[in-house]
């Protein structure tokens, strides 16, 4: 057993060791306790976790596969790499495990409104889902330059019935979309509840968004040993923006030394040049970002650097307070892949296997071939598939198609 146990953490006031807390406005203090108090009442309760379960069966579709990909691993060679097919969950990715919890939360507390940001469209279409089905009002802000990207989920959130904000200053992506999405809640935190994206932000989120999401480790952990016979995956691979899909994954293999963790972060077109990439962690220092303490990219005066991925859902300059902690504890290893390689397993999983992943989850399968070339043929590396690339493919071939081959 290693020293970390993810029952215990975060302590009372959101803190994972050094990382975390609440650092917010005054006026925002009491909010977020409030929510604090609310999550902490009802989120061991039968018929809380009843809800979820059933949401998470009749709706997301859960428990979500694992799929053997056999013709990757043989065109790889070395060891076998298995998918956790978090991209067949309804709305396509891993973010609607969440927002239901989110949602129900929500109506629980009496809110009219859910509000958050989103990069890829992911979490804004997940949460336009949830708020549809439970019956809430929601508004999603979104930069201008991932509404240019990703318009088929800025179509399908309009569909949903919510609101999409555009937000046009900075670099217009997720930092200024967080931006925007806090300074809204700022203005109406009583009829409103900030429904995050991801394990960031101040605390509850990184714990809520953490524990709802977790499923996924638990559903793999069983299913890989009841087809394994018992043991478990040599290493496990996700990627990281905020880290929820990597954090859902890894929680319940936190107490297993023997399973070797791996969190990608993007390093876009030079990991080497501010401004060309999102690795956090690999080049980031402590310091403070939107209400918590993580690994963030900033200059000396603490102002996020800009960041860029070819992955939406990635570009963010901070990551979640757990992450930052089990990177110093070195539980987690965080690695980086680059546009180009994200790019090329994005076109491998398709020809290979049929599957078109989120260009996101291509950053982990890029890792996962990388890895597998290393390992002996009995080993195996499961990778969170973390959503579908429909969102995807009219900007990729739009952009890329002619490198691979495609003209339309
Ligand atoms: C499919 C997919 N995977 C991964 C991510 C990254 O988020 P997180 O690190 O919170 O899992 C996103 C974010 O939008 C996404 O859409």
Redesign the pocket.
């Known amino acids: 057993m290693s020293a970390v146990d993810p029952g215990k953490m975060p302590d009372e006031n959101g803190f994972f060791g050094e990382y975390g807390g609440r650092f917010v406005p005054p006026e925002l203090e009491g909010v977020l306790e409030e929510i604090t108090d609310a999550y902490n009442a009802i989120k061991d309760t039968a018929e809380f976790q009843e809800e979820l379960a059933y949401y998470g069966k009749h709706y997301i579709g859960r428990p979500s596969p694992i799929f053997h990909a056999k013709n990757l691993s043989r065109t790889v060679g070395g060891a076998q790499i298995y998918l956790k097919r978090e991209d067949l969950n309804h709305t396509g ?3 609607i495990n969440h927002c239901i919890g989110e949602a129900l939360l929500a109506k629980k507390m009496g809110k009219k409104k859910i509000i958050a940001e ?6 804004g279409v997940a949460l336009a889902t949830a708020a549809a089905l439970v019956g809430l009002e929601c508004d999603i802000y979104m930069g201008e330059v991932d509404i240019q990207k990703e318009h088929p989920n800025v179509v399908r959130m309009k569909i949903l019935g919510a609101r999409v904000v555009p937000v046009s200053h900075g670099l217009k992506t997720l930092k200024e979309a967080v931006d925007a999405a806090f300074e809204a809640y700022l203005k109406d935190p009583v009829t409103q509840l900030y429904a995050i ?3 960031v932000g101040p605390h509850p989120f990184p714990m809520m968004v953490r524990d709802f999401q977790k499923v996924i480790g638990e559903e793999a952990k069983k299913q890989f040993q009841e087809t394994s016979g018992g043991s478990l995956p040599t290493a496990l691979v ?9 954090m ?1 994954l890894f929680t319940a293999f936190l107490d297993n030394d023997d399973v070797e963790l791996y969190g990608i972060e993007p390093s876009g077109t030079d990991v080497e040049e501010i401004g060309k990439h999102a690795a956090t962690i690999t080049k980031g220092a402590p310091g403070l970002l939107h209400g918590f303490k993580c690994y963030n990219l900033q200059d000396e005066e603490g102002t996020p650097h800009p960041v860029y991925s070819v ?4 570009d963010y300059p901070g990551v979640g307070p757990q992450h930052s902690y089990l990177h110093d504890i070195q539980r987690v290893k965080y690695r980086h892949i680059g546009d180009e390689e994200a790019l090329t397993a994005f076109f491998e999983l398709a020809r290979a296997e049929g599957i078109i992943p ?1 260009i ?2 291509a950053h982990a399968v890029a890792f996962a071939q990388k890895l597998a070339r290393t390992l002996p043929s009995d080993a195996t590396v499961l990778v969170n598939l ?2 579908r690339g429909d969102k995807d493919i009219d900007y990729v071939v739009e952009q890329y198609g002619s490198s691979f081959g495609i003209t339309l």
């Open positions: 990715a891993h973010k989103t990069g890829a469209g992911q979490h994206g991801s394990v996700a990627c990281v923006g905020g880290g929820s899909n990597a859902g992955a939406s859902g990635l989120a996101e989850s973390s959503g």
